[in-house]
């Protein structure tokens, strides 16, 4: 289309046009030639126009074809009727408005959606910030994990409340600032710097989807770096002697047994709760369950298969497991909410100090922030317990990820909790320099 100065603009008539045809050399159909009107200014009219074989070889055929041919393009190209004149009124004020720096954002979303309208009929679906979360939580309540459904709802209503009226703007005004704003109050406010990414990568996921979408043409989150996570506290494993204790301090035969999952199968609380009485087979020596967690994020859950330690033996043979095997082997404790002021993880808890078990380090929340104190040691610290004492026990890390359900190495490593003695093992296992071993390391 030719250039032509807003201020210079004047609407004139489209001439008639008509599709004609015509044959090529060596061909045997027939050829529709049409014009496609672009309407101008200053007298003048510029013009696209098309060649495209009617695979007819009769006149009559080939006209019809020529006739819908140019009747689709008119269609797609918004120039049918009064199609192009009015796409030339709509650019035309367009033009004016950006000559005298009135063009706005949301002027020129309205100028495109009429434009859109006119061209394919299609109308432009502009959504605000809370629209948009709104749309997109709703996805994933439908898709995913009950307790990922609660992370999701959680993430989107603090961003929501974080961003205000901002929130029922057009979702095309968040900006950098907006997302990096709030991950910095969260970490402000006193929650630990992986909570707070956490959060940050939840809001990241949804502006995402809605450049896939269309709705963005680039997220604000994709450029906001994580908060570095050295206030977060790296997990402590129980010593097998704090394992017996805890046994011995356990309520019911119910904990014990958990206690049991925990450290001699790494299995996390939920899973060891609600782990089902034909999920243990007795006979094969094994239990095979699928974590709640899964094994990748994205991938379908896969189901474990656990050899069972000579103590989860022992206990299974001598508590009497539902004939059922749909139902759970510890009835009372399925019934129970992990997180929660009653939940299994607050009890737990309470049989870490009746047992006098360290909770370990310790970092404390200012009164009055958000967040709250943390610990290094937990029911899950069991699972540190079941991965380090395979590691100290010379178990390769292949083995330590098949038998505990890592996706990653990486993640492993977090779990492996090298005992002194056997770091020292692995570095006396280096020749000295006379070529001799130090008496008592590794061969």
């Not at 004020?93 to 100028?111: F, H, M, P, S, V």
């Not at 604000?220 to 046994?247: C, H, T, Y």
């Amino acid at each position: 289309m030719l250039a032509v100065k807003p201020t210079r603009t004047r609407l004139e008539p489209v001439s008639n046009h008509m599709a004609t045809i015509t044959k090529r050399p060596q061909s045997k159909f027939y050829y529709a030639l049409w014009r496609i009107p672009l309407t101008y200014t200053d007298g003048k009219r510029a013009w696209r126009q098309f060649m495209r074989c009617t695979k007819h070889e009769d006149k009559a055929g080939a006209k019809r074809a020529a006739a819908q041919m140019e009747e689709a393009s008119l269609r797609q190209a918004g120039a049918g009727e009064d199609g192009s004149r009015k796409i030339l009124v709509i650019l035309t004020a367009a033009a004016e408005k950006a000559a005298q720096k009135r063009l706005t954002i949301d002027l020129g979303r309205d100028y495109l959606r009429q434009i859109l309208a006119l061209s394919s009929g299609e109308q432009l679906k502009v959504w605000s910030t809370r629209q948009w979360l709104t749309e997109w939580l709703a996805h994933k309540l439908a898709s995913a994990k009950p307790a990922t459904q609660l992370r999701y709802k959680h993430s989107v209503t603090m961003f929501l409340e974080h961003l205000g009226e901002t929130a029922d703007l057009p979702i095309e005004h968040l900006t950098v600032a907006h997302i990096r704003d709030f991950r910095d109050k969260l970490h402000s406010e006193g929650r630990a710097a992986k909570t707070c990414n956490g959060y940050q990568k939840d809001v990241a996921m949804a502006l995402t989807a809605a450049v896939r979408e269309g709705y963005l043409p680039r997220s604000p989150a994709a450029n906001v770096d994580a908060l570095p996570e050295e206030d977060s506290l790296q997990r402590e494993p129980f010593a097998l002697a704090d394992v017996v204790k805890l046994i011995k301090a356990a309520p019911s035969d119910e904990w014990r047994g958990m206690i049991l999952l925990g450290a001699y199968g790494g299995f996390r609380i939920g899973d060891a709760a609600a782990l089902k009485a034909g999920a243990v087979n007795l006979k094969e020596r094994v239990i095979r369950f699928v974590p709640k967690k899964p094994t990748r994020r994205g991938r379908p859950e896969k189901e474990l298969v656990l050899p069972m330690h000579k103590e989860l033996l022992k206990f299974f043979k001598a508590c009497a497991l539902p004939k059922d095997g749909e139902q759970p082997c510890f009835p009372t404790l399925a019934r129970t909410s992990v997180a929660g002021n009653d939940g299994l993880s607050l009890r737990f808890v309470g049989i870490m100090e009746a047992a006098k078990v360290s909770r370990g380090t310790t970092k404390l929340h200012e009164e009055g922030t958000a967040g709250r104190t943390a610990h290094s040691r937990s029911f899950h610290s069991l699972r540190h317990t079941f991965n380090s004492e395979m590691l100290n026990g010379g178990v390769t890390q292949e083995m330590r990820i098949k038998v505990t359900g890592h996706a990653t190495e990486s993640a492993n490593a977090i779990y492996s909790h090298a005992q002194l003695k056997t770091l020292r093992a692995s570095v006396d296992a280096v020749p000295a320099l006379n070529g001799k071993k130090k008496k008592g390391g590794s061969k």
